[in-house]
């Protein structure tokens, strides 16, 4: 078959939805075509921005071992771009349209830019994944803070997601010593960690305020939701700025395991404590 008869697989948002949750993070790329404005409004989590009038030039730079999942406003825009990407003859898999677009998408939207300030002028291993540690910190703190301070609406039931948070940044220090990054202890390192900063570049004690503004059960949840969300889509959009390889599959796992935190918080909602 030439690639110009390849077919390309218009897909609704539940089967988007069914992809984001099954497949492993370093096997797609969703990509929003829409214009930079439009973007910063409101976009899928985790979605990268390349506009349809530059997509052409951006090609060369996409991975064609991967599967793309193109979307715009309504699923025009989309289903051009991706005509451009399968004639481009450069994918090796599945190339995708998202019918409806983001009108048709009942589910987590973000505003505004990934904060990639976070992860300013770091560019070499170590320093990446010490900050990436420091961010976990961030995320145990703020689940700490919430046990202890509104132990009253939700007993102890953010204590799952504190203990989560030490064990992902474990999680990273174990892969950081598999590529022989020179570390200190883990339990000296976590506990030096100031934990100021969580992953979407808003400060501990900003988000302590936010959930002050309505103490209730479904609340702190949307909170801590909307934390790991930011979280996720930080990380999936850090894998296509200029870092070594080593980062960025970092990157990715750091996203894969944001995707854990975010399904075991979503489950929370349907359960009463």
């Avoid at 022989?180 to 501990?204: H, N």
Wanted: charged residues 35%.
């Amino acid at each position: 078959m030439s690639y110009l008869e390849k077919p390309i697989k218009d897909i609704d948002a539940q089967e988007l939805k069914k992809i984001q949750a099954e497949e492993k993070e370093d096997s797609y790329v969703l990509v929003d075509v829409r214009q930079p404005e439009e973007y910063t409004e409101k976009h899928l989590p985790g979605a990268l921005l390349a506009p349809l009038p530059d997509l052409e030039s951006k090609l060369f730079s996409f991975d064609a071992r991967k599967n793309y999942i193109f979307y715009c406003r309504s699923g025009n825009r989309s289903r051009a771009a991706a005509r451009l990407a399968r004639d481009s003859g450069m994918f090796e898999k599945e190339i995708y349209n998202l019918k409806g677009g983001i009108l048709a998408y009942e589910g987590e939207t973000l505003s505004n830019w990934p904060n990639f300030r976070v992860f300013a002028h770091l560019n070499k291993l170590e320093e990446v994944v010490k900050q990436a540690i420091e961010l976990e910190k961030g995320a145990y703190l703020f689940y700490k803070r919430i046990n202890e301070e509104f132990a009253h609406v939700i007993g102890r039931e953010f204590a799952s997601f504190e203990e989560l948070e030490k064990k992902h940044a474990h999680v990273i220090y174990k892969w950081a010593k598999g590529k022989q990054v020179s570390l200190e202890g883990f339990e000296l390192l976590f506990e030096r960690a100031s934990g100021e900063i969580l992953e979407g570049g808003k400060s501990l004690e900003d988000w302590l305020e936010e959930v002050k503004k309505q103490v209730d059960r479904n609340y702190l949840l949307e909170v801590a939701l909307q934390i790991e969300i930011m979280a996720y889509d930080l990380y999936k959009n850090l894998v296509f700025q200029s870092f070594e390889e080593d980062i960025k599959s970092l990157f990715l796992i750091l996203a894969e395991q944001e995707k854990v935190h975010m399904r075991v918080i979503a489950q929370k909602f349907s359960k009463e404590i």
